[in-house]
């Protein structure tokens, strides 16, 4: 039963036509892991290096009340770093599951083909150019 609903989702996807084969969304897939690994290992170094100086620059200062306020700026100045990556995460992520749902290399808004040398440059990407000039006009 399940090999009939497969072999019919199967057949579905084929039906929307040109969609990416399984051997090259998977080298895509590869990329994206490694992404995301390496994005992850550079906010813990930024997390680490940041607060890391907070607390040096609080040692030189006498003790007082004001640590604290320092200390929560450092923390603001790690959050608002993280916040760029986070978002980068996300559409990682975002693009995991798309690779999982068989629609990966299309575009989010409009759902046109988003050309390959677009994604190996970055395989991540979830837009054409066009809808993406849009959305970043959007959200500027
Ligand atoms: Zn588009």
Do not use: W
Request: proline share 2%.
């Amino acid at each position: 039963m399940r090999g009939a609903q497969a072999e019919r989702n199967m057949a579905s996807v084929d039906f929307t036509g040109g969609l990416m084969d399984a051997v090259t969304a998977q080298k895509y897939k590869h990329r994206l892991v490694l992404e995301r690994q390496a994005l992850l290992a550079q906010m813990d170094a930024q997390h680490g290096g940041r607060i890391g100086r907070v607390e040096v620059a609080s040692e030189s200062l006498d003790k007082s009340e004001d640590d604290n306020a320092q200390i929560q700026t450092g923390r603001d100045v790690a959050f608002a770093i993280n916040e760029h990556e986070t978002a980068a995460l996300n559409a990682i992520a975002a693009s995991l599951q798309r690779i999982k749902e068989g629609v990966y290399g299309l575009c989010l808004t409009c759902g046109t083909h988003i050309p390959i040398p677009r994604l190996d440059a970055a395989p991540h990407t979830q837009r054409c150019v066009a809808c993406q000039t849009r959305f970043e006009q959007q959200t500027a």
